[in-house]
């Protein structure tokens, strides 16, 4: 059974969101070990999620006129491998 186009990047869409929450996800669990390893109080410690949430929004536009004038594809894939890279190290 084939997927159509439009499945596809629904799909896609899908996973990439699943990725950036799984991402966030990360950030609060390691909220704990960060707060230890750097002796901060509770509240410096969540600032780390804000921090987080805020470079993601002020990088969402400039990412969507990348996509508009490279490809979404393009965009895409790119920022998935450097996401994935970025996780790893």
């Given at each position: 059974m084939r997927c159509s186009r439009s499945r596809r990047r629904v799909l896609a869409s899908l996973a990439s969101l699943a990725l950036l929450?799984?991402?966030?996800?990360?950030?609060?669990?390691?909220?704990?070990?960060?707060?230890?390893?750097?002796?901060?109080?509770?509240?410096?410690?969540a600032w780390t999620v804000t921090v987080y949430l805020r470079a993601l929004a002020v990088f969402m536009p400039v990412v969507g006129r990348v996509a508009d004038r490279f490809g979404r594809r393009?965009?895409?894939?790119?920022?998935?491998v450097l996401f994935g890279v970025g996780s790893a190290a």
């Amino acid at each position: 059974m084939r997927c159509s186009r439009s499945r596809r990047r629904v799909l896609a869409s899908l996973a990439s969101l699943a990725l950036l929450f799984f991402d966030q996800t990360a950030v609060v669990v390691a909220l704990p070990a960060i707060r230890q390893e750097f002796g901060a109080s509770y509240n410096a410690a969540a600032w780390t999620v804000t921090v987080y949430l805020r470079a993601l929004a002020v990088f969402m536009p400039v990412v969507g006129r990348v996509a508009d004038r490279f490809g979404r594809r393009k965009v895409l894939v790119t920022a998935l491998v450097l996401f994935g890279v970025g996780s790893a190290a």
